[in-house]
């Protein structure tokens, strides 16, 4: 499975997406920060699942359809942070969809997730992935789970790795720093969270019109859940 997850910047990125497509040909594409009403509903051969309606600046998942069945979606606001209060960017930091693999006829659910910004603290956003992990399982009980996307977590991430093992989930980086707009905020702010799947590499992926460099997360499920 190839799923490509990417931070369009407020949209600014969103014509690239056309040829990150046709390019390294993603099964899954994750969106963060896009303007949910300029989404067309088909990127190459991916079909949008479905987007969030909240937010000023949402998210979104699309699929092949030739490659899985899509069952449901939902979005999910999660724990808000005083960035969150004033400015109001993100009531919904989660979309989730569940899906059918039409060739393994695997039952997982794919997350594009966008934490809480450099604002906020580790704590706060450490609660909202955790949030987000169960409320992608309340989806479906025991579920095979695959969350990508903006964690905004560049700092302490062996914290976190911890955290995350400690309640079932891998972490993976990705091979380079997928931010570097600032000198002092720049490293692996995009990366996945996994359960009940092998994560052979996350690939950061040339830079376009963002802030932040799209990645390409090659998966494959794991024989014990």
């Known amino acids: 499975m190839r799923v490509i997850s990417y931070n369009l910047r407020k949209h600014n990125a969103s014509g690239e997406l056309v040829d990150l497509t046709k ?27 479905d987007s969030t309606k909240a937010n ?15 069952l449901d979606t939902s979005a999910f606001s999660l724990k808000k942070s005083l960035h969150d209060r004033i400015a109001a960017p993100a009531h919904e930091r989660l979309i989730g ?11 997982i659910v794919v997350g594009s997730f966008h934490a809480a910004p450099l604002t906020a603290s580790n704590s706060l956003r450490r609660k909202q992935i955790h949030a ?14 695959l969350m990508v996307g903006d964690f ?7 914290n976190l790795t911890a955290h995350m093992n400690a309640s079932g989930y891998d972490l993976t980086l990705s091979d ?9 905020f720049k490293g692996h702010f995009d990366f996945a969270t996994s359960r009940g799947m092998n994560i052979d590499n996350v690939e950061t992926l040339p830079s376009g019109d ?8 090659t998966a494959e499920y794991s024989e014990i859940l």
């Open 23 to 49: 390019d390294f040909h993603p099964d899954i594409l994750c969106l963060q920060e896009c303007k949910v009403s300029e989404l067309p509903e088909t990127i190459g051969t991916l079909h949008l699942a």
């Open 56 to 70: 000023r600046l949402g998210l979104a998942i699309y699929y092949a359809q030739d490659r899985f069945t899509a």
């Open 97 to 107: 969809t569940r899906l059918i693999d039409n060739e393994s006829h695997h039952d």
């Open 132 to 145: 987000a992990h169960e409320e992608l399982l309340s989806m479906g009980s025991g579920l095979i789970s």
């Open 152 to 158: 905004n977590y560049p700092f302490f991430t062996k």
């Open 176 to 184: 380079s720093r997928t931010y570097m707009r600032y000198k002092v």
């Open 210 to 217: 963002s802030d932040h460099l799209p990645i390409l997360i």
